[in-house]
């Protein structure tokens, strides 16, 4: 699991969240044994929220982040040093420059072939209980041994605001069924939602019956 900081600083589906907030989230996440967390440039302060978190605690996670250039790769790199694990092209189908030579990836948004070399190291692709369109994507990229990760696994937060089925909160659906992914990013209002998402069951199946059920398996 790695944890995604969208909110950071950065005003995200309503959610504003301060520095203490975002350090309280960082440590349930330490304490949860998570070691990854996911960024970018355009998040807002929450790059430099991550760092000063770094720098306070020496708690060093392993960053992921994101941009459109090399500028914002430069000042990632100077902002996190030896913490930046992978920087990851925000990819549009229509420009072929995305593994450039200080690139480790790209973050996918439109489905689109993509031509997998040698020195491509991570995708990130949309995937969730309602949007499968990455399949053979992720097909692809696992077949040249590239990490995938899965983004928006609870549908942009609105996993949350679903009603339940079958008794379970819907959002622990979107953490059934997930296909050989190496990570997938979770981002969270709190710490104690956090608790909740990693606490929360992970194989699940539905019982076809008079009420419909849920089991574990």
């Known amino acids: 699991m790695i944890l995604g900081t969208a909110n950071f600083g950065n005003e995200y589906k309503g959610v504003h969240l301060l520095q203490s907030d975002c350090d309280e989230i960082l440590d349930a996440a330490w304490a949860y044994g998570i070691r990854k967390v996911e960024t970018a440039a355009s998040y807002g302060n929450s790059e430099s929220m991550i760092k000063h978190y770094i720098a306070e605690t020496s708690r060093h996670f392993q960053v992921y982040t994101k941009g459109r250039s090399r500028e914002d790769y430069e000042n990632s790199k100077v902002l996190f040093g030896d913490d930046l694990y992978h920087w990851l092209w925000h990819w549009r189908p229509d420009e072929s420059n995305y593994v450039d030579d200080y690139c480790d990836g790209i973050s996918m948004y439109s489905v689109?072939?993509?031509?997998?070399?040698?020195?491509?190291?991570?995708?990130?692709?949309?995937w969730n209980i309602l949007d499968r369109r990455h399949s053979k994507t992720v097909e692809q990229a696992k077949q040249w041994n590239v990490e995938v990760i899965a983004r928006s696994v609870f549908i942009r937060g609105e996993a949350f605001k679903m009603p339940p089925i079958a008794g379970l909160p819907f959002w622990v659906w979107c953490l059934q069924d997930m296909p050989d992914f190496d990570d997938f990013i979770v981002g969270v209002d709190s710490a104690a939602q956090l608790s909740e998402i990693v606490k929360a069951p992970k194989n699940v199946k539905l019982v076809y019956g008079d009420p419909l059920d849920w089991v574990a398996t």
């Open 112 to 126: 689109e072939n993509v031509d997998f070399p040698a020195r491509l190291k991570t995708i990130e692709v949309p």
